[in-house]
């Protein structure tokens, strides 16, 4: 059965279906011996795919883990400076996986790993509006007109943020504990709208993504989904999938 490229290369779990493509674009993809382009098709029951010389075997089993990254860890599975990334973290795991998204280097937190790449498009694609929620902790205390303007959305360099769900978790005299909540993601976007408000972040973790917890996972650490968990996430997938295609009909 003939499917785009960059679709039989999120089947075999090489990364997400948009990474794929800049990967295809990179040239490093080889389909019978020529370089692949995007557009083309391919049959992986056929066809010889390579990924940097590497020939792609037979999709493994559907995998799905968390890591809590640590602060000072790179989010990606190797980094040309020579930092701490997270596939450190990941000797335990006989799958070749990839984390879906990404954290900043100084942030800590939920990270979704797998091998599943329709799995990490659907997450990642905007339409979806899969809400990640971060306790971050900032300098000084938000004024309540400030905290209104991050739920309204805030103008950044790059444009306006959607709304964001935002509460005050925690005050102390020299700075305060935020839970924000936001389906977007752009670059240290809550940091920006943090700092687009006069308040610098001193602390960031990601502690949910979706129905996900992070939970009492000690930093560092990994665990594999429960089949329940899983089955939850899925389901979310489909409703928002189900409320995508209503809306849609609907406007």
Same mark, same amino acid.
């Given at each position: 059965?003939?499917?785009?490229?960059?679709?039989?290369?999120?089947?075999?779990?090489?990364?997400?279906?948009?990474?794929?493509?800049?990967?295809?674009?990179?040239?490093?993809?080889?389909?019978?011996?020529?370089?692949?382009?995007?557009?083309?098709?391919?049959?992986? *029951?056929?066809?010889?795919?390579?990924?940097?010389?590497?020939?792609?075997?037979?999709?493994?089993?559907?995998?799905?883990?968390?890591?809590?990254?640590?602060?000072?860890?790179?989010?990606?599975?190797?980094?040309?400076?020579?930092?701490?990334?997270?596939?450190?973290?990941?000797?335990?795991?006989?799958?070749?996986?990839?984390?879906?998204?990404?954290?900043?280097?100084?942030?800590?937190?939920?990270?979704?790993?797998?091998?599943?790449?329709?799995?990490?498009?659907?997450?990642?694609?905007?339409?979806?509006?899969?809400?990640?929620?971060?306790?971050?902790?900032?300098?000084?205390?938000?004024?309540?007109?400030?905290?209104?303007?991050?739920?309204?959305?805030?103008?950044?360099?790059?444009?306006?943020?959607?709304?964001?769900?935002?509460?005050?978790?925690?005050?102390?005299?020299?700075?305060?504990?935020?839970?924000?909540?936001?389906?977007?993601?752009?670059?240290?976007?809550?940091?920006?709208?943090?700092?687009?408000?006069?308040?610098?972040?001193?602390?960031?973790?990601?502690? *949910?993504?979706?129905?996900?917890?992070?939970?009492?996972?000690?930093?560092?650490?990994?665990?594999?989904?429960?089949?329940?968990?899983?089955?939850?996430?899925?389901?979310?997938?489909?409703?928002?999938?189900?409320?995508?295609?209503?809306?849609?009909?609907?406007?």
């Amino acid at each position: 059965m003939e499917m785009r490229l960059q679709k039989a290369l999120a089947q075999f779990g090489i990364s997400s279906r948009r990474n794929s493509e800049k990967l295809i674009q990179s040239g490093k993809v080889t389909v019978n011996g020529s370089v692949a382009h995007l557009g083309i098709k391919v049959d992986i *029951s056929r066809d010889h795919i390579k990924v940097d010389g590497k020939l792609l075997i037979k999709p493994e089993r559907k995998v799905y883990y968390i890591l809590n990254k640590p602060v000072g860890v790179v989010s990606t599975l190797s980094d040309p400076e020579g930092r701490n990334c997270i596939k450190n973290y990941l000797i335990g795991i006989p799958q070749r996986v990839f984390p879906i998204g990404r954290l900043d280097f100084n942030s800590e937190g939920l990270i979704i790993l797998t091998n599943d790449g329709e799995f990490a498009n659907a997450i990642l694609h905007p339409s979806k509006k899969i809400y990640k929620t971060y306790h971050v902790k900032v300098k000084d205390e938000p004024s309540v007109e400030s905290i209104d303007k991050l739920r309204k959305g805030i103008k950044l360099t790059d444009g306006m943020t959607k709304p964001a769900r935002v509460r005050v978790i925690k005050r102390t005299e020299k700075n305060s504990w935020l839970e924000i909540s936001i389906y977007e993601g752009r670059r240290r976007q809550i940091r920006r709208m943090t700092e687009a408000i006069g308040h610098d972040v001193l602390k960031l973790i990601r502690v *949910s993504i979706g129905c996900l917890s992070l939970g009492d996972l000690k930093a560092g650490e990994v665990r594999k989904l429960s089949q329940e968990e899983i089955r939850e996430f899925f389901e979310l997938l489909g409703s928002l999938n189900n409320k995508a295609s209503k809306n849609k009909i609907e406007s």
